[in-house]
């Protein structure tokens, strides 16, 4: 055997098992799986304000103090997605969670761009605790400190603008 072909077979005994293993490992390579679906970030960006219904705040006689439009977060996934990713919202605009049971509950800030005022309220519909001018991106806890059976998010300082206070009446309506 000549030289050339004795380099070109080692060659190719080396290659071979070099390409076999590359071919393998590549395969086993998957790009990660992405997972979409109605409430991802993109569409969270992308989603304008749809009025569901109308919270009514009053104060503890029910005379009514303020009107808002309002989003309905009742869906796990809705009421986990909230008003992250939002660049905007009007005074007249906030969203009313409800949830399947009334307990304690607790929200954060995380992925939120907009300084929340956070409404905490009990079955009787009565406000049982106020979270003012939220902190955006924030991941502290904000606990309602009673158990809570509805949230109501609205702009920060709307609470302190429109004298809205712990005790005040909360109701609602669906469109």
Not at 136 to 162: C, H, I, Q, R, W
Request: charged share 30%.
């Amino acid at each position: 055997m000549s030289s050339e072909k004795t380099t070109l077979m080692k060659a190719k005994i080396l290659i071979i098992p070099f390409f076999t293993l590359s071919v393998i490992f590549s395969s086993c390579q998957k790009e990660p799986e992405i997972k979409t679906d109605t409430t991802n970030q993109k569409d969270a960006l992308a989603t304008q304000f749809k009025k569901q219904g109308e919270v009514y705040f009053q104060d503890s006689a029910k005379n009514l103090i303020k009107k808002v439009d309002v989003e309905i977060a009742e869906t796990d996934n809705a009421r986990h997605l909230g008003l992250m990713y939002r660049e905007g919202m009007s005074e007249e605009q906030g969203m009313l969670f409800i949830f399947p049971v009334e307990e304690y509950q607790s929200f954060y800030m995380k992925n939120t761009v907009l300084p929340l005022d956070i409404i905490f309220v009990n079955s009787k519909k009565k406000i049982v605790k106020i979270h003012k001018n939220t902190e955006p991106f924030s991941e502290k806890s904000l606990p309602s400190n009673s158990p809570a059976l509805y949230v109501v998010e609205v702009n920060a300082g709307f609470t302190d603008k429109f004298r809205i206070k712990e005790g005040d009446i909360v109701d609602w309506r669906r469109n």
